[in-house]
């Protein structure tokens, strides 16, 4: 599947941000959708999971209670709202696809995925 990731920008601390992320395929409802995030210099990391409906959404302990991850299955399209920024969420997000696991804590890890968007970058300044 392929994936268009869009909505990245520059905003101050405190602002919110919605990111979207376009699958081409129609069985876009069959996939695990995430978001994943590399900070300049930094590893990626997990950012917040769903999947195709009964299980999650799944978020990483930092971005809990700020961020929401949602999607539309009959638009294939994911979407991640990210409110209330901090400078330590500047980074590129990427979006992914892949499938489903009967062990959740496979959805944390990248390998879990096998499509990935171009990435948008969001830059948060203090």
């Known amino acids: 599947v392929q994936l268009q990731a869009s909505g990245g920008g520059l905003v101050q601390a405190g602002d919110s941000l919605r990111l979207s992320c376009a699958a081409s395929?129609?069985?876009?409802?069959?996939?695990?959708m995430a978001w994943f995030r590399q900070a300049q210099g930094k590893e990626r990391e997990f950012v917040a999971a769903i999947t195709r409906g009964g299980r999650g959404p799944f978020y990483a302990d930092s971005v809990k209670d700020r961020f929401t991850v949602s999607r539309d299955n009959a638009k294939n399209v994911v979407f991640l709202q990210m409110n209330s920024l901090k400078a330590d969420d500047t980074a590129k997000y990427y979006c992914?696809?892949?499938?489903?696991?009967?062990?959740?804590?496979?959805?944390?890890?990248?390998?879990?995925?096998?499509?990935w968007g171009q990435g948008t970058l969001v830059t948060v300044s203090s």
């Open positions: 395929e129609r069985s876009f409802s069959n996939y695990v």
């Open positions: 992914a696809a892949g499938p489903s696991r009967s062990s959740l804590r496979s959805y944390y890890s990248g390998y879990n995925y096998n499509s």
